[in-house]
């Protein structure tokens, strides 16, 4: 089991900038990828970015290129996720997932194995 925690939302002016945290425990060695993903009411859940655990190699999705940075700290066993230009489409619901055996298809969210519990990030206009 792993479990992840995220932290780091908040309330943020267009134009801002937040960082969120994932803190991970339990069998974390397992983990291959560690994904971020958005979700608004109504909508499935987007994939955002993501980092190999064991590399640090990142992947984005294209509306949050040049923007959002993916990074891991081993010795913490964290992960974070640094967002700049924040726009108010940026407005979601952002979770942290861990993703054991492959790092491939790091965009779809059913191949990931745990979910931390999310945080609110809203951006006003």
């Known amino acids: 089991q792993v479990q992840l925690v995220e932290s780091g939302g908040g309330l943020v002016q267009a134009g801002g900038s937040l960082r969120l945290s994932c803190a991970a425990s339990g069998r974390t060695f397992s983990s291959a990828a560690m994904g971020w993903f958005r979700q608004t009411p109504g909508k499935e859940r987007e994939f955002v970015a993501a980092?190999?655990?064991?590399?640090?190699?990142?992947y984005y999705a294209d509306s949050v290129k040049g923007r959002f940075t993916v990074s891991r700290d081993w010795a913490k066993n964290t992960v974070y996720l640094q967002m700049i230009s924040l726009e108010p489409e940026d407005t979601a619901v952002y979770y942290c997932?861990?993703?054991?055996?492959?790092?491939?298809?790091?965009?779809?969210?059913?191949?990931?194995?745990?979910w931390g519990q999310g945080t609110q990030v809203t951006v006003s206009s």
């Open positions: 997932a861990a993703k054991t055996g492959s790092i491939y298809m790091l965009a779809a969210a059913d191949r990931y194995d745990y």
């Open positions: 980092i190999s655990w064991s590399s640090g190699v990142t």
